[in-house]
Structure formats: structure tokens, C-alpha cells
């Protein structure tokens, strides 16, 4: 007879933070139907997107369900080839418009089973989804860091920001990091990492510091990870024939220069990682193993773990606007 584990779940959309209420239900284990897999999660991370999903923020979410976009865990019915096998992903329809890894148990079509990389732990493989496959896939729209090019990351303090760093240094490109904040950029990169600190700068200044780290020519990919808040400056940096990639903004309406832009021949890339279904979105993870394993890439130090009762303290937290990364062990 099964065990009897528990899953968070949200019934209804919640007006705020202090009204969520995550209900812990019994789960049994689920039933292997053919071409899926259970896998038993050991560590699911909880990100802003986990949190605004309860709120009612993702149109496209369901309701009730079990929130939670990434994962990493052991499979423990399905496939016989898979059963025993140490697994980590994640997914924009996890949590999202199906049941996600807040739970015991989550169910997974077989095409979304990627073997755990070998050299981080169960922690770590439950928490670099979300940030490193949205960092992945926007360079993957634009064309990937090449050695000879400049890249330039703007929130690059941020856990996307900081996945795209590690990428373009991986690829051997220059890396400059935009931060609001004096000193080294603080992430992981196995390559030199420029640093401006844009905290009190004008649009106008981080560029000029951009073209002055550049020989004037400026960058050929600029990763805007905050949107409208740099929206100026990343223009105003921007190479002939250069991509700017976007995954988020605080303002919707932004000053658009079209002159300059189709004077400076540049492309601009939207990116929504909720578009990219778990096989998909693992799929693009798993093309990043090898940097993990060698070492070139890092997962993010995991802070803090939480139970599944403890869940509306680490849903806080991430809310709070903590750049602690944290997990779920359920």
C-alpha cells in the first residue's frame, strides 16, 4: 500500500500576500499511466513567478492546483529504464496550468526526464531551473554568445542575470554586468566579469561607461533582465546590428526611438519562459549539462530549505524580494 505524502495547493486566486492560504493535502502516490513517470521531487525551488502564479498574476494559471515550476528528484514509477534514476527540470506549464513540484509527487511525460547532472546536488539541481533556462533560451532566440563579442547584462545581480553571465562567459565573450551596487560582480563566471554600478547613474552614464569598455562600438548582445528601468541606458549601448533581449519590465510604455533603432539595425527578443512546456524547458536545461558538469556553469547557492509547512514563509521571502534562492524538500 502506498504511503500517504502531502501537496500544497491553491484553490482560489489570492487578492495578496497576506491573504494566500496554501492548503498541505494527502497525496498518495500517483499511477504511472504509459509514457509518464512519478517522480518523488527531493527539492523544488521557489520563485517570484511560483508566488505571483498564487496571486493570480499568470492569466493562463488554473485553479486549484499545486504551484512549483522546477524541480529535481528520483523517479519512482514509469518507465523501467528510468525507475531509480536520480531526474531535474522545470517548466512553464509545471505549477502553472498543471499540478507542479510543491508536493511529494509530481507526474512527468517521459520526453521531460533528464538525468540529474552529476556534480550538484539534489538542492542545487532543484533550484537552477526557471533562471538558467529563461537566460538559456533568450540567447537561443538571439544567437548564442560567440568568443570576440560583447555581452552586456543588465540586472545582472538578479538570478537570471547572474545565469546569463555564467553563459556568455562560458561562451567566452566580454561580460559586462550592470548592478545597482558599488564593487565586483558577486555571482559565479569562469571568465573576467566587467562591473558598472548604475545605482545613481543616468541612462546616459552606464552607456558612455559601456562604450568606453567597448572602444566605442558598443554591445553586441544586451540581456535587459528589468525592462523599462534600463530600457534607455541598453538602447543608448547598443552596437550596430545588436539584439537586446527582454524577460520582464516594470513599465509597460516605453520612449521608442525609431530612428535610431533602424539607423543601428538592431533586433529586439521578448522572452516568456511560461511558453515553454517541461519537455521543452528541460530539454534547454539539459543542454547546459555539460557546462555544469566541467564546471564552467554553477548552480546557485541554495540559502535556505523549507518543509512543505513552512511554505508560506519561504513564498514570503521570495516575494520580499530576497535574492536568497531557496527550495522546497517536501
Known sequence: MNAVAHALRVERKAADLASLW????DQPQPEARPGF???QVGAAAVNPSDVKATLGIMPQAVWPRTPGRDFAGT???GPGAWVGREVYGSGGDIGITRDGSHARFIVLPEAALRERPRNISMDEAGAVGVPFVTAYEGFRRSGMPQAGQTVLVLGANGKVGQAAVQLAAQAGAK???VQRRAGP???FACGPVEAIDASGAAPAEVAARVRELTGGRGANLVYNTVGSAYFEAANQSMAKGATQIFIATHER???FDIFAFYRGMHTFVGIDSLAMDCIAATAQLDAMREGFERGTLR???VA???TLGEALDAYRLVLSGSTDRVVLRP
Do not use: D, T
Open 22 to 25: 496554501l492548503e498541505i493535502a
Open 37 to 39: 513517470a512519478v517522480v
Open 75 to 77: 523517479v519512482v514509477a
Open 175 to 177: 561580460v559586462i554586468a
Open 185 to 187: 560582480f558577486e555571482g
Open 253 to 255: 510604455a516605453v520612449p
Open 299 to 301: 548552480p546557485f547557492p
Open 304 to 306: 535556505r530549505s523549507f
